[in-house]
């Protein structure tokens, strides 16, 4: 089952079972808490053209704003979803930040 945070339904983690699978994370910060909605991030995703490559996100609740930690399959996926928040648009929302973290290799799961 999905997590809940911001109130916004998670899902699960299209991972499981897999072993040594890199994934490429984003992290997006400073989301003003309004936009804090499924219907928004699956915009995003589908705007920015990276819908497919999703894995899984979580939101993280800040004092002042929110953070979207996304997973993706691909690093061009991660590049891409970046590079749509560095749109003029995201300037009037309060300098929203976006950036790709190091790669992280998923540990073996045991069963």
Do not use: M
């Amino acid at each position: 089952n999905g997590q809940r945070a911001c109130g916004v339904e998670q899902p699960s983690s299209s991972t499981e079972g897999l072993t040594g699978f890199k994934t490429h994370s984003v992290l997006v910060e400073r989301l003003p808490p309004k936009l804090c909605h499924a219907v928004f991030f699956s915009a995003t995703f589908e705007h920015s053209g990276v819908l497919p490559s999703v894995l899984e996100y979580q939101v993280i609740p800040l004092a002042s704003a929110v953070a979207l930690l996304v997973d993706f399959s691909d690093r061009r996926a991660a590049e891409a979803y970046v590079e749509h928040f560095s749109l003029p648009f995201w300037a009037q929302h309060g300098g929203v930040k976006a950036k790709v973290l190091p790669p992280v290799r998923l540990a073996a799961q045991q069963t």
